[in-house]
């Protein structure tokens, strides 16, 4: 796409079309490391390390992730059908159901089917474990191949002459109910990732190409920049292009929250994914299937799931720290019950509950599940979040500064007033040089001036060598001449005797500098967005005092300030200068949050604690930004912060609710209420394991935006 080099000071927002990134989205996920810690979401579980536990985020990954539910399916029924005779060749079920079955060698029977059970039911849990150690780090599969492996080997050494009762029917209820458990829990977590595959599935897969006045049908993939391709009533938009040809009404809601279906006619850019309304379209493809919108969205999401924020780290930091905890309560569990005097089988049971019952699984999924389920819900109403901790970081904000052209402002810009400081230029003569030099750019302004410039039926001369003047203005060679379109601050800066301007009311103020000399300007208007107004008050029920920062005239900014009701206005600021003020007010103590243009307010943004760029359509490159609003609705940066915070809510709830369980339930475990005859057998705590990561994954579906 092309990268519009005009900047102007005075103008805060630049809706230039940043260049689109290079990196081309891979729906496959690489392998990753099997650590519970890790999890972004539950298809990198341990437990699944034969299957190659890729992440759920493209097509390839979504297929591993059903086959590894029916694996544990599978493996859960298998395992089902040999607890039953195992159950039933135990002699305590016997004794609790008033049975007698026995026949010569029925505990060598026993043995074989409870060898299946650990085998073919435990491997999961035991390659999960096998895997662990590999990486010197233990984790949950540890935990249960320690205790099941412990529990075996227990109850055939009690075959083979060691006093005490096998282990065999706990053994054989625990694997069951881990198998289910994981069964379970897995689709419960499949669907904290299942928006992103939606995602992915607004790709239509085909599309009809336009060659030579036919039609055929391509494969998405294989569109180039340049081709036209034709877009029926009712479809999905194939590529990033803009309108040849036609005029329709897009649902773009899915890809940038926007409600309200969106006029595009020829020249207007649309978006692949978006939904076509009554009319055919022809769009010309500006981006082939790797580096459309859609796909870069795609990639930021994924990034983002996989970047660490401080909550994240926390978290996997105490599950590590609770796996350890659970190995030593399990072997001095072990030890006390001994010491009590005890039967092995019996303090055995305990410590396996006890490691069973202490698996880090809901601690570790905690924060994961919310960051796969917030970042794209974020994504689908046009948030698009880079940075994991700024995103968390929102609820802190103290203090937002706003940068003013195209966030509280249209920016839709028109010529109200066009003077001469030279008279041997017409006023008329002023407009038509600006219009020259300007129009090769997308700038609000020099659309502004362009449009005016048209309308008045002016001849607009050829414009060559044009250079932009990063924050101030830009400049060309026009008919021998060397015309500049500069901002107040550069003619300031350059002009001690700075020339008489009589304005009429307020507006943005363009100097035209002919020859190095002030030779007239150009003053055009903007109107404030309807959803400034109420966006500023809601900020102000949030208790975040409102700033705004441009470069543009005193005038203009104490107007809008006051229209908007905000607490304070900064004016003709060049962008190095924001830096400095957004300094200024970290200095003071302020949490502060800048939104502005990805180019000219990337020292800004950078600064800032939280970085909001704003923009529109492909507009997601803004590097320096933690978090893109596609949307430049001041609205959203209200929505942004109200989901920080909610996400944030959600994490400290999965959080609580992980350790807390453990709190209570270890001691349980352990039984500490023995005495009482309360006591917890091994595939008792298996559940209660299982029932809280479901708690937490369920907790984690119920974030709304």
Known sequence: MEKHQHMHMHMDHDHHDKEAMDHVHDHTKKEEHHDHTHHKDHTNHNAHTEHGGHGVHGGHAGHDHHAMINDFRKRFYVVLLLTVPVMLLSKMIQHWLGLQISFPGDQYVLTVLSSIIFFYGGWPFLSGWLSEMRQRNPGMMTLIGFAITVAFIYSVATLF?????????ELATLILIMLLGHWIEMKSVAGASRELELLVQLMPAEAHLVENGSIREVKTDSLQPGDVVLIKPGEKVAADGTVTDGSSYLNESMLTGESKPVKKSIGDRVIAGSINGNHALHVKVSHNAASSYLSQVIKLVNDAQQAKSNTQLLADKAARW??????????????YWRIDGQSISFAMERMVTVIVICCPHALGLAVPLVVARSTTMAAKHGLLIKNRTAFENARKITTLVFDKTGTLTIGKFQVVQMETLDNSYSPEDILALAAAVEQQSEHPIATGIVDKARSLGLQIPVASEMQAMAGKG??????????????PAYVKEQFPQQPEVTQNGTGTLSYVIINNKPAGYVVLADELRPESFPAVQTLKKEHIATVLLTGDNKKVAAVVAQQLQLDSYIAEVLPHQKLEEIRKLQAAGQFVAMTGDGINDAPALAQADVGIAIGSGSDIAAETAGIVLVNSNPQDIVSLIRFGKATYRKMIQNLAWATGYNVITMPLAAGVLYHWGVLLSPAAGAVLMTVSTVIVAINARLLKL
């Open 322 to 335: 609770l796996t350890l905890i659970a190995i030593v309560a399990g072997i001095s569990t072990f030890a």
């Open 474 to 487: 830009i400049q060309a060679s026009v008919a021998g001449k060397q015309v500049m379109v500069v901002s």
């Open 161 to 169: 002459g060691l006093r005490g009762m096998d282990f065999f029917w």
